[in-house]
Nanobody, 122 residues
Framework: QVQLVESGGGLVQPGGSLRLSCTASGRTISTYVTAWFRQAPGKEREFVARISRISSSTNYADSVKGRFTISRDNAKNTVYLRMNSLKPEDTAVYYC???????????????WGQGTQVTVSS
């Protein structure tokens, strides 16, 4: 079993940047496909990005492609989400998730963090 803890959220102005961290304990994070999701008030949770277990290939939602980058530091057992050119519509609680064999991009994640709030506002 793996425990996930997100950090790095906060308040940022439009056009600004943040880097979220998802630190794992209990297991090696590179064992899992790891993804970021977000949920805005009144909306369903949506897939943001994921990184695969072995090849570290990445996938992104169209809404963040070119602005967000997911990466992994195996030595720190941490997955990051670098967010640039932030927009007000990026405001949401961001969650880290991990799974051995997710289905598609957004289904089948077994472990979730508690979330970190990102607010983009002037």
């Amino acid at each position: 079993q793996v425990q996930l803890v997100e950090s790095g959220g906060g308040l940022v102005q439009p056009g600004g940047s943040l880097r979220l961290s998802c630190t794992a304990s209990g297991r090696t994070i590179s064992t899992y496909v790891t993804a970021w999701f977000r949920q805005a008030p009144g909306k369903e949770r949506e897939f943001v990005a994921r990184i695969s277990r072995i090849s570290s290939s990445t996938n992104y939602a169209d809404s963040v492609k070119g602005r967000f980058t997911i990466s992994r530091d195996n030595a720190k057992n941490t997955v990051y989400l670098r967010m640039n050119s932030l927009k007000p519509e990026d405001t949401a609680v961001y969650y880290c998730a991990a799974g051995l064999a997710p289905r598609g991009y957004s289904q089948g994640y077994d472990y979730w963090g508690q979330g970190t709030q990102v607010t983009v506002s002037s």
